[in-house]
């Protein structure tokens, strides 16, 4: 194979909670730095995941995706937890696709996933998710974080099992806190203002686990 791109690469450092269909949304008015709450940005997103038939991938704690709308639509290759998050290269998409034909992993993908799984890559789960998000704002208009509230519909592609729920995650912002504390304060105010609304940390690591009942 052809060396691959590097793709970019960003940490994402976020919370995620169960909520239920009705739980209102969380007052934000006591989160440090947070002034104002950014307009709210319906986003309609589809994600399909592929792994080896051996689940080479999920061994190795790394989820490969191709997901189509909202503002990062590409490939993604997310890694395993790493301290505070964790790393998420990012492909853009192959030009015109066919959302429910089943994807085929690109060369560069397969490149950068290499050592630790080779092809056959075959769809694994396909999550499907009405987004809706908000900025959470500092005084100047930065973003400290992303608040998302989702209602999602996922199939366990190889087992047929399909299921529906709803969560939130914060995701930390170009202008968040920087430091240990900083952000554990940042963290631990925004866990009370979601236990507040009636929400409870998540019981799955990822949208991916879940539909996949772990």
Known sequence: ?????????????????????????????????VTRVGEPEPRDLDARYLDTADADLAR???????????????WHIKGPLEGAGRTERQWPLEGDIDPDADPVVPEAIQD???????????????VRNHRTAYSLLDAVGN??????????HARDERRGVESVWREWEVELGPAAPTDDDARAAFFAAVDAAVFAAGGRHAASGSKLARALGH
Not at 15 to 20: A, E, I, N
Request: no cysteine; hydrophobic share 40%; charged share 25%.
């Open 112 to 126: 950068a996933v290499a050592s630790v799984a080779a092809p056959p890559f075959t769809p694994l789960a396909r």
């Open 60 to 74: 190795a704690g790394i989820a490969v995706r191709r997901r189509t709308g909202g503002p990062d639509e590409g």
């Open 1 to 33: 194979m052809s060396a691959a791109p590097s793709g970019s690469s960003n940490v994402e450092i976020e919370s995620k909670y169960d909520v239920d269909d009705e739980t209102p949304l969380p007052d934000w008015a006591a989160l440090p730095g």
């Open 143 to 152: 973003e400290v974080a992303e608040f998302v509230d989702d209602r999602v």
